[in-house]
């Protein structure tokens, strides 16, 4: 297993900030990988029918219809089987000949039951046995052979490091010496360790099993945050559960799933098992990545295809709004700021100037009231309708934001925010959006008390928690009817 290089410590609160990058690469995930063999099974299983029907019968499957009801039935009963026999877990698929009887049982359970349904249905002598078996006996072939092909790949791709979910560790004892010893042994490889980490530290020693120990959480927390991390794992003792209780409420603003090495005191958290790309490690899942496997294929299309769509709709208002604002006062059409967004990540994002330019760069951010004197005739308008935001559309193309997610504040407020308020990065776990949840719930414009922020932040949350295209999809057509004018909105 690949080793982190070796680095010294800064002390009692090292930390890990000079160490090396690592990209997100394209992580296995038990879920994902689990449906793509899901689909290509089907997809062979049909080609093994075409074929040999082709072969023994001759012409086309696809004009025969009984063969083809066939065929189709086979593909129905053999998806279910699958699913029940076990043959798509995330072990069995990156060991194929040790998993071979349960394929083998599959395949034969589903021509067993497609002939007694042939049978039953006083059927079966409108078929060829010869071609039946001949599918039969072609579809195990080369459903094995094309799994067998599919393993050296991804364990080629493994060994270079594309296919690997980048994994830290919070712990130094002897959970972790255990954790990192069941880690190497898995074949292919598809956990990398990149760092290790520990709150003890000059309690305990300065390296894990051969790996440097990098630093505490605060460390571990600034790691994830510069670095791609797929999983967290806290591997430390249990005896301590309100200790495990803060560990936990902190990991959870990070965009990464953690979870917890078994012990009783998992029961406190709601939890789901742990996705089985870690094989037989005992230890649950405490907190989902809101953007994982499919989730982020998806959520990046839905922002490419419809952020390009909105773009080329609202070009003409777009040239019209920077014309009215050149028009009525001196300086740039567009504003930019610095605000924090995906994984507390610097952008700077755009917006239609819609006060008075001065030239002078302001250290705190002041936000627009009711009647504030800053604001120009036309941007009074832009921003009480909201077309101030269009031109963070180019934000939406160019991946900085999304159409639907928490807002970014400006930096200043975000600092701020984040000492008062429990829970505060978690908004950062997913990219910002032009509109979100807290904004079509009515929380947009000024935030002039505590309380408001907090409700921000809690709909942002929920939001995170609860991702999904038909969220983002009803968020959209909310915003369409009271999202863009809005009485708050200075």
Same mark, same amino acid.
């Given at each position: 297993m690949n080793k982190i290089p070796e680095k010294g410590l800064d002390g009692k609160h090292a930390v890990a900030e000079d160490g090396p990058v690592y990209t997100g690469g394209y992580p296995l995930s038990s879920r994902v990988l689990s449906r793509i063999f899901n689909v290509l099974d089907l997809l062979w299983l049909f080609l093994a029918g075409y074929v040999t029907y082709s072969v023994v019968i001759g012409g086309n499957l696809i004009t025969h219809d009984k063969y083809l009801y066939a065929v189709v039935l086979t593909l !129905?009963?053999?998806? !279910?089987l699958g699913r029940y026999g076990g043959i798509y877990s995330f072990s069995t698929l990156l060991a194929p000949l040790t998993n071979l009887p349960n394929l083998a049982i599959v395949c034969m359970t589903t021509f067993i039951l497609l002939l007694a349904v042939g049978f039953s249905l006083k059927v079966s002598d409108d078929y060829s046995r010869i071609w039946v078996y001949s599918f039969g006996l072609a579809s195990f072939a080369v459903i094995l052979i094309y799994r067998l092909i599919a393993f050296f790949i991804i364990n080629y791709l493994a060994s270079r490091g594309l296919c690997t979910r980048k994994v830290v560790v919070l712990g130094g004892g002897k959970q972790t010496e255990q954790l990192l010893r069941q880690l190497a042994d898995e074949k292919p490889v598809v956990n990398k360790v990149v760092g290790i980490f520990d709150d003890r530290i000059g309690r305990v020693a300065p390296t894990i099993a051969g790996y440097p120990l990098l630093g505490n959480i605060d460390a571990l927390i600034q790691f994830v945050r510069n670095n791609h991390v797929d999983d967290i794992i806290v591997a430390l003792p249990w005896n301590a559960d309100e200790r495990q209780l803060e560990i936990v409420s902190r990991l959870r603003q990070?965009?990464?799933h953690v979870h917890l090495v078994s012990d009783l005191v998992g029961f406190r958290f709601p939890y789901r098992p742990s996705p089985n790309h870690f094989g037989g490690i005992p230890m649950i899942e405490v907190v989902d990545s809101p953007m994982s496997g499919f989730k982020i294929v998806v959520k990046a299309l839905e922002d490419r295809i419809l952020g390009s769509l909105a773009l080329l709709v609202f070009s003409p208002f777009l040239l019209m709004i920077a014309v009215a604002i050149r028009l009525e006062?001196?300086?740039?059409?567009? !504003?930019?700021?610095?605000?924090y967004g995906y994984n507390n990540k610097v952008f700077e994002i755009y917006k239609f100037r819609s006060m008075y330019h001065d030239g002078e760069e302001r250290k705190k951010t002041v936000q627009a009231s009711k009647d504030d004197p800053r604001i120009t005739r036309v941007g009074k308008f832009i921003r009480r309708t909201s077309l101030d935001e269009l031109p963070q559309l180019f934000n939406v193309v160019n991946g900085t934001m999304s159409l639907v997610g928490p807002r970014p504040h400006a930096i200043d407020?975000?600092?701020?925010y984040s000492a008062l308020i429990d829970g505060y990065f978690a908004r950062h776990k997913v990219k910002p959006g032009i509109t979100g949840w807290a904004q079509v719930k009515g929380y947009r414009g000024e935030t002039d008390t505590l309380e408001k922020m907090e409700a921000r932040v809690?709909? *942002?949350t929920?939001?995170?928690?609860?991702?999904?295209?038909? !969220? *983002?999809?009803q968020i959209l057509v909310m915003t369409v009817f009271v999202g863009f004018i809005n009485k708050n909105a200075y």
């Open positions: !129905f009963i053999f998806f !279910f990070l965009p990464a006062s001196r300086g740039p059409v567009l !504003f930019k700021q610095k605000r407020h975000n600092e701020e809690n709909y *942002d929920y939001y995170v928690e609860n991702w999904s295209l038909f !969220f *983002d999809l």
